[in-house]
């Protein structure tokens, strides 16, 4: 069982900027299809924001409308590790931001979140 950890959330002011951190917490030898960003904001649907897909050791990035320019995903490979960048924050960007990794066809690992609050 693999269990991702993010990291890097806390508070920020509007404009400001963040980056977040996804990894396994332990030594792991699975290795990801894809690696990926989601938020979830009070009250609100869970919301895709960027994901990775691998080939190889190189990735191919896609991101969702609402973060596209103002989000940068990125990753390692073989440490398994994807961060966020995240410039120009908003209010409206507040929510738990979640990681999730898996191989195609099956059902992805997921970690706890980790808390952005962006200060109006």
């Known amino acids: 069982q693999v269990q991702l950890v993010e990291s890097g959330g806390g508070l920020a002011e509007a404009g400001g900027s963040l980056r977040l951190s996804c990894a396994p917490s332990?030594?792991?030898?699975?290795?990801?299809?894809?690696m990926g960003w989601f938020r979830q904001a009070p009250g609100k649907d869970q919301e895709f924001l960027a994901q990775i897909n691998w080939s190889g050791d190189s990735g191919t990035a896609n991101y969702a409308d609402s973060v596209k320019g103002r989000f940068t995903i990125s990753g390692d490979k073989p440490e398994n590790t994807i961060y966020l960048q995240m410039n120009s924050l908003k209010h409206e960007d507040t929510a738990v931001y979640y990681c999730n990794a898996g191989r195609r066809g099956d059902h992805p690992y997921w970690g706890q979140g980790t808390q952005v609050t962006v200060s109006s």
């Open positions: 332990g030594r792991t030898f699975a290795s990801f299809d894809y």
